[in-house]
């Protein structure tokens, strides 16, 4: 891959919490002048051949690279890993994100229990219509909620009742990091752990986070995001250094918004290794 392109690694469609289509996505990587984007939708792959395929009646060029979010669990902590750049038409894989789907209506439907309990009733359906064709969320019971009048905003849905331990929270069915990061493999990808500074973990667990994933085979860590402050971006780049992941960068893109856009303010310390140095766009 050729350098200074410009690539973001970390985005989501309408298939999960994202508010774009996956049209809509293509479309603004085109205006944001990417060169490659990842879509990495929670435990789906759906969006893919549709922004491909979208993608191959555009003039501009942008290489789409596969890619999805997995939801893991690792000492009572929710960690994503991000599989990057992998067949997502991989049959093992496709088996395994079906029970990924699983895990997440029945934690939905437990979530609406608890909620109906705490006198919400049949916050699973308004959920759900939220979701549309997209993989059932957290985030689509957050907007439930605040439609409702139950909180005034996505922040205190989470801080009344789906975080962590909190009146809805039900402990989901995740797999540990290994099986993901096998499940990634097997599908030809990179094994990257996503958004490292978000897991509110003290430098003692982060490090043994970092050793952990290494340890059970993955690749590769995000060394920044946007409103990374610039001492985490430098811990995190030593962190990668140390612990031998390659480095990743991505937005995490969910909707436009303010302060948060494709592409922006991903650049990182040229000392360390691109999760994309071995990569081979495909012939268009
Ligand atoms: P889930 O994967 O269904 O547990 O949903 C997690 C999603 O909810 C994340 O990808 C975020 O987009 C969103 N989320 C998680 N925690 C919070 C929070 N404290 N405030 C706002 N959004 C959150
Ligand atoms: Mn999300
Ligand atoms: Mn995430
Ligand atoms: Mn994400």
Do not use: C
């Amino acid at each position: 891959m050729r350098e200074k392109m410009k690539i973001d690694l970390h985005s989501h469609t309408h298939h999960s919490d994202g508010a774009l289509s996956p049209k809509e996505l293509v479309d603004r990587a085109h205006n944001m002048q990417l060169d490659a984007l990842a879509i990495t939708d929670h435990d789906t792959v759906a969006a893919i051949d549709e922004a491909r395929s979208y993608q191959q009646s555009q003039k501009r060029p942008l290489w789409i690279i596969a890619g999805v979010e997995i939801s893991t669990r690792w000492h009572g902590f929710d960690i994503h890993v991000l599989g990057l750049n992998l067949n997502h038409q991989d049959a093992g894989l496709l088996a395994r994100l079906a029970t990924q789907s699983q895990a997440r209506e029945q934690r939905a439907q437990e979530m609406s229990a608890k909620l109906a309990k705490a006198g919400i009733e049949g916050i699973y359906a308004d959920a759900k219509a939220l979701a549309g064709v997209g993989q059932l969320t957290r985030s689509h019971f957050a907007r439930a909620l605040v439609k409702r009048g139950a909180v005034k905003d996505h922040e205190e849905a989470f801080k009344k009742y789906l975080g962590k331990d909190k009146r809805a929270f039900v402990k989901p069915q995740w797999p540990e990091i290994p099986e993901a990061i096998s499940w990634i493999r097997e599908a030809g990808g990179k094994a990257v752990l996503a958004h490292p500074a978000r897991y509110d973990l003290s430098a003692k667990w982060l490090r043994r986070l970092l050793v952990f994933f290494a340890e059970s085979g993955g690749q590769g860590m995000e060394v920044t995001h946007p409103q990374l402050a610039p001492d985490l971006k430098r811990q995190l780049a030593s962190y990668a250094m140390e612990y031998g992941l390659e480095a990743s960068a991505g937005s995490d893109f969910h909707f436009p918004g303010r302060w948060t856009e494709l592409g922006r303010n991903l650049q990182f310390d040229s000392q360390l290794t691109p999760v994309w140095n071995d990569w081979q766009r495909p012939a268009a």
